[in-house]
């Protein structure tokens, strides 16, 4: 089924504007760069100071755990599986399963969300864009951007819940 998708979205999604909108989006996802964003209209907010806290606590153990992940999981990016294919981005490094972007994008919209249900929605939007993103750039595979979307979510949810108690 991941080839399948993947195959998919290569030979259909690909023209000039959609190469530099997921160029971009994979580009602002990198580091979580876009997430610092929300975390400053969090920081102005008085009562958001708490959530920014728990969104940098939430989106670096995301990406982290993701980090481990990777050489455990040993699955090979797409690229490295199937070459031949040009990439539009810098080759990036490492395992593929589960993807760092992914995760660090889901834990920040999870926390998004608890801080604020109007700015959850467009959040998690953009965090699926991003993961989207890496499959169409052809250096992860659907399943590794599902996985790393629940693997952000779940450290984002025990973030919440033992920040909250």
């Known amino acids: 089924m991941d080839i399948t998708i993947l195959n998919y979205v290569q030979d259909h999604f690909h023209n000039r504007i959609t190469?530099?909108?997921?160029k971009t989006l994979s580009r602002i996802g990198n580091?979580?760069?876009?997430?610092y964003g929300f975390l400053l209209l969090m920081i102005?907010?008085?009562?958001?100071?708490r959530y920014a806290l728990m969104m940098m606590l939430s989106m670096s153990f995301a990406f982290l755990t993701s980090q481990i992940l990777k050489p455990i999981i040993g699955r090979p990016r797409p690229f490295v599986a199937f070459p031949?294919?040009?990439l539009l981005i810098r080759t990036p490094s490492g395992y593929s399963c589960p993807?760092?972007?992914?995760s660090s994008s889901f834990?920040?919209?999870f926390i998004v969300c608890m801080a604020?249900?109007?700015l959850g929605v467009p959040a998690f939007l953009l965090a699926f864009s991003i993961a989207f993103s890496r499959?169409?750039?052809?250096v992860h595979y659907p399943s590794d951007t599902i996985a790393g979307s629940v693997l952000g979510v779940l450290c984002a949810l025990l973030v919440f819940t033992l920040y909250g108690m």
Request: charged letters at 15%.
């Open 99 to 102: 993807s760092g972007h992914s």
């Open 44 to 49: 102005w907010n008085p009562r958001g100071k």
């Open 19 to 22: 190469d530099i909108v997921f």
């Open 135 to 138: 499959v169409f750039l052809f």
């Open 84 to 86: 031949g294919k040009q």
């Open 31 to 35: 580091g979580g760069a876009v997430w």
């Open 116 to 118: 604020s249900r109007p």
């Open 107 to 109: 834990a920040a919209a």
